[in-house]
């Protein structure tokens, strides 16, 4: 073993997005790239005797990053590292692990959703000594660090053995391995109800999870089958896949297809459930119907009472600003604060660590609370099924009750993908500076009561952000958003978020794409769509 100092030059584009820093995995094998970056993360956050978490959720290219990284670890001096077995952890797992082992942060190595191969995507990302992402101004640090980078350290050795549990060492650092599930599946049975929830399975209840080939399947076989006693089978596609089976890890109705056919059949089980790439996403849905995310989130803040770990009730719920406001009016029923921030999970980190809240989502299938510094896509389910054991009701149940009491947020999203990033750009401009003259202005015989592009002061240190989305809200609360994503690695892809309001008792029980007709055409003639970026229709809806 030697430790090596590698002469370097900066690279451009080590910039992280909404979650971390996100490439084509060739452009992560290419030569000093992975080094360069994460040579920055410490040079930031400090190497010398501090203990960190590493993982990823198994993708193509994660054990060997692993060891680069590991060996990357020992020459800055690392004193400690806990790596999953394999050197894989779902993200809640990794935030969990950070903060169980009070350790300094962690290395998460994940293109999340993305899908996965050598042609596909990478990505690595810092958490922090709280378990979430790194915020922005360490984010940006990184950034600034990579492109003034002239060497990395690294030692010049064997590979560390992940698949054996234990302590190894590498150098004079501590290699410990551990299981990826078990301190997980421990922190899951100590907020839920697992005896009810076992009680509900051996009662007949059946359930379908799909893990979608990637790394929930041993987490959702250990905690469903195994400790709840759901029927064999219960979890398909649980073998994680290092290409999750070529397809797009990302539980949402398209992507998720097999697994909304089945609940809309005739043989549908009582309830399913899907996880993204790396655990962090779910999607729910029940017997003949799909449950929105934003509608999911102010479910779960309104019966999250019904969950041990929650008996006392919640401090507040939090929402990303394009996720629907149906999460603020259970808020409000409660007596509780409410928070909406940028798109990205970090932004929730301050007001939970402040215990300003207690449950957080979005309308990306990420929700979640302050167990762990991240969205849990097991979690959700969980608290989903715990519920489903006290109520004694169906999905479609809870459902209707929840609108009937609290009015029904109609809510879509569609996504445009790759689209030239130029003319993607172009059109945003020219919304932002439409954004003053459309106050006032009638469209689609809705009349428009505000519009602008939205800015976030975080309550809890007084950072600010900017330009996170532009937002044209209509006189009923009905709403537009546009934004571009920060997680793609091909030219643009434009959000559009549309969302609508019906107090009841009428009306709460329309097509959603039909609620939304008149918000979705005025969204298309406000931004000009067509005409900037040659699309008519979204390549995906949500
Ligand atoms: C997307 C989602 C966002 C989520 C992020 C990471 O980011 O929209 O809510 O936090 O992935 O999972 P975007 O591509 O929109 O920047
Ligand atoms: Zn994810």
């Not at 003034?148 to 050795?157: D, H, K, M, R, T």
């Not at 899951?188 to 009662?203: N, P, R, W």
């Not at 149906?326 to 409660?334: E, G, P, S």
């Not at 107090?503 to 298309?524: F, K, T, V």
């Amino acid at each position: 073993m030697s430790h090596q100092t590698i002469a370097t030059t900066p690279i451009a584009g080590q910039k992280p997005g909404t979650s971390g820093l996100r490439k084509k995995t060739r452009v992560f094998m290419g030569p000093h790239y992975l080094e360069n970056f994460v040579q920055a993360i410490f040079d930031v956050v400090g190497a010398a005797g501090k203990c960190f978490v590493l993982g990823g959720d198994g993708r193509f290219f994660n054990a060997e990053a692993a060891q680069v990284i590991l060996r990357m670890a020992a020459a800055n001096g690392v004193a400690r590292v806990i790596v999953g077995q394999g050197a894989v952890l779902s993200t809640p797992a990794a935030s969990h692990l950070i903060r169980l082992n009070q350790t300094d942060g962690g290395i998460i190595m994940s293109a999340s959703h993305n899908p996965g191969g050598l042609d596909e995507d990478f990505g690595v990302k810092f958490n922090m000594e709280n378990g979430g992402p790194a915020p922005e101004a360490v984010t940006e640090a990184m950034y600034k660090r990579t492109t003034e980078i002239e060497a990395y350290q690294i030692w010049q050795g064997q590979d560390v053995d992940l698949g054996r549990l234990g302590r190894q060492h590498l150098g004079a650092m501590i290699v410990d391995v551990v299981d990826p599930v078990t301190d997980y599946a421990a922190l899951m049975e100590s907020l839920f109800d697992f005896k009810a929830i076992a009680t509900m399975f051996a009662g007949g209840f059946s359930m379908r999870m799909d893990s979608m080939s990637a790394v929930t399947g041993p987490y959702a076989v250990e905690i469903l089958q195994n400790r709840l006693g759901a029927a064999a089978g219960t979890v398909i596609n649980a073998q994680a896949l290092p290409d999750f089976g070529g397809l797009h890890p990302d539980p949402n109705p398209t992507w998720a297809k097999a697994l909304m056919d089945e609940m809309f059949s005739q043989a549908a089980p009582d309830f399913g459930a899907a996880s993204d790439g790396d655990g962090d996403r779910n999607m729910v849905v029940g017997r003949g119907i799909y449950v929105s995310p934003s509608d999911s989130l102010a479910v779960l803040a309104a019966n999250a009472h019904l969950a041990p770990a929650y008996a006392g009730g919640i401090a507040g719920v939090a929402r990303s600003m394009p996720t629907s406001a149906a999460a603020d009016r259970v808020a409000r029923a409660l007596g509780v604060e409410s928070f909406e921030t940028p798109t990205g999970w970090k932004f929730f980190g301050n007001l939970l660590d402040a215990g300003r809240v207690t449950i957080c989502g979005e309308e990306s299938f990420g929700t979640g609370s302050d167990h762990v510094r991240e969205k849990d896509g097991l979690w959700a389910v969980l608290l989903w099924l715990n519920i489903l054991a006290v109520r004694k009701q169906s999905v479609a149940q809870i459902l209707a009750e929840h609108w009937a009491k609290f009015g029904r947020n109609y809510y879509s999203r569609h996504d445009f993908e790759a689209i030239a990033s130029d003319k993607a750009d172009a059109m945003m401009a020219a919304l932002r500076q439409s954004l003053p003259s459309l106050i006032g202005h009638q469209i689609e015989g809705m009349q428009i009561a505000a519009a602008d592009d939205f800015a976030y002061t975080d309550p809890v240190d007084g950072s600010i952000s900017r330009a996170q989305g532009v937002r044209i809200v209509f006189a009923d609360d009905s709403r537009i958003v546009l934004r571009l994503s920060g997680t793609g690695t091909q030219g643009a892809t434009l959000r559009l978020y549309l969302e609508r309001y019906v107090a009841g008792p009428e009306g709460l029980d329309l097509e959603p794409q039909q609620a939304l007709a008149a918000i979705i055409r005025a969204a298309h003639t406000l931004a000009g769509i067509e005409s900037f970026t040659g699309r008519q229709a979204p390549d995906v809806i949500t």
